[in-house]
């Protein structure tokens, strides 16, 4: 190991003692700590507003375009094809040109989306338009690349629930600016709205330091590039990256046998996920007004309410995912919200009574995924950390496109209610079974303890 060191000193990097105060949780600032989470949490909300708009608002449109329920399930469905297209593109992004300028792209990409989504003239321009959604949907993925590898171990995953909750708040923003604006500029105006504060993230991003961890892959990559491995090995031997592994494709380490299994599972189980998302949470309001009979103004106020107690829930899932373990804390909510949306679906009759189940199971659905995206961010090794979290990210959308067509599918078989549970409520359930294949990973481990 001694020969290792001399060689990486004598290339003019690190020595293992300044190696090991880099791993530590004090080797970045607490103040640079907080004002990126900060950022983080207010770039996921406007990157939240603007991704869940578009379903909030997709039944006023189709009323001033004309389009049938079967119509926007269909175009719901296509501009999730597109927006899988772009979110694929981002785990490279923040592989290969780091996790600071990946975050730059995801929250203009957001505002962009927004902004050109409010001079919609048909459905094409519509799906074209909705495909830079997908940068700002893939904030989350960057978002848990970057500050796992800021956030100390023991408090990652509850650290990070606080920003992953911007989720609700972004859907809670939006329902009220809704609300609120609706009526007096048009769902145009609504779009147009979220641009302005997007921009302002964007600028507030500038002053983010990089990811120290990023900084260290860099170095390694650059001894590879240079044709110095035995160097570059060294140094990734004392920053716990595997520089042999670096060589290869970050896309095709995804599928290596060391890490195949994890990756299948955990990007099936978030696929089947996402039918759920695109049924009680994008498709919301076709789900209360037209499932239920809830008047759109009412089932505003139900999302409002809902998504307030789902950030509670996010809060709690960090928690406990910290303290029992992700994957556990992860099945066990995605049955219990299987639970409550049968319940609602099939039992609930009313308003409070539809209110209170569909709260129940948002709490455990959405607030499930800060311990969600904690365990992506940790059960990929830093090499292809970016990577992993936005494949398994734009598995989302790939969800999202079938539960669409499932959806579509059934509405000329079966009633709305019945339509729903076979694309929301069963799909939730496959995916709190599916993984129990992906890795079980004990709380409280540093990352180079997880993963090579």
Do not use: C
């Not at 189709?62 to 926007?72: D, N, P, Q, Y």
């Not at 979220?194 to 600028?203: H, K, N, Q, S, W």
């Not at 830093?382 to 790939?398: C, E, K, S, Y």
């Amino acid at each position: 190991m001694e020969t290792n060191v001399l060689k990486v000193e004598g290339a003019g990097l690190e020595t293992a003692e300044t190696a090991k105060v880099r791993k530590e949780d004090g080797a970045v600032p607490r103040g640079s700590i907080i004002y990126a989470s900060i950022v983080a949490f207010f770039a996921w909300v406007f990157s939240t507003y603007d991704f869940i708009l578009f379903g909030t608002l997709l039944p006023v449109m189709s009323g001033e375009f004309g389009w049938s329920t079967a119509k926007s399930a269909e175009i719901a469905m296509w501009v999730s094809v597109t927006t899988l297209i772009v979110s694929l593109m981002v785990g490279p992004i923040t592989d290969y040109f780091g996790r600071r300028n990946a975050l730059m792209l995801t929250t203009a990409g957001a505002a962009v989306s927004s902004g050109l989504t409010g001079l919609t003239m048909g459905p094409l321009y519509l799906i074209v338009v909705r495909a830079l959604s997908g940068l700002g949907f893939s904030e989350q993925a960057v978002n848990t690349t970057y500050l796992s590898e800021l956030s100390g171990a023991k408090k990652r995953g509850f650290v990070y629930s606080f920003i992953q909750g911007g989720w609700p708040i972004g859907v809670l923003f939006a329902s009220f600016i809704t609300a609120q604006l609706l009526p007096h500029i048009g769902w145009r105006g609504v779009f147009l709205v979220g641009t302005i504060p997007a921009v302002i993230i964007m600028l507030l991003r500038i002053k983010l330091k990089e990811s120290p961890k990023y900084e260290q892959m860099r170095e390694v990559r650059k001894l590879i590039q240079a044709g110095k491995m035995e160097e570059a090995k060294a140094l990734g031997q004392l920053h716990g990256i595997d520089s042999e592994k670096m060589t290869k494709m970050s896309m095709t380490q995804l599928f290596a046998s060391d890490i195949r299994k994890h990756t299948i599972f955990l990007g099936i189980a978030h696929m089947f996920n996402w039918f759920a998302i695109q049924m009680f949470s994008v498709l919301s309001t076709t789900v209360l007004t037209e499932g239920k009979g809830i008047s759109f103004d009412n089932s505003l106020f139900m999302l409002i309410f809902s998504n307030g107690l789902a950030y509670v829930g996010y809060i709690t899932h960090g928690y406990f995912g910290d303290k029992f373990g992700r994957r556990g804390t992860i099945i066990f909510s995605w049955i219990m919200a299987a639970l409550g949306f049968s319940f609602m679906l099939f039992v609930a009759e009313g308003y409070w009574p539809v209110l209170i189940s569909y709260s129940v199971g948002l709490f455990f659905l959405i607030g499930s995924y800060a311990a969600l995206y904690s365990y992506m961010g940790e059960s990929f090794p830093t090499r292809i950390r970016g990577t992993g979290a936005a494949f398994i990210n734009a598995m989302g959308p790939v969800g999202a496109i079938f539960g669409s067509l499932v959806f579509t599918l059934a509405l000329s078989h079966y009633s709305t209610v019945s339509s729903i549970f076979l694309a929301g409520v069963i799909p939730l359930v496959l995916s709190g079974l599916l993984m129990f294949g992906a890795r079980s990973i004990s709380p409280s481990k540093e990352l180079e303890e997880i993963s090579q």
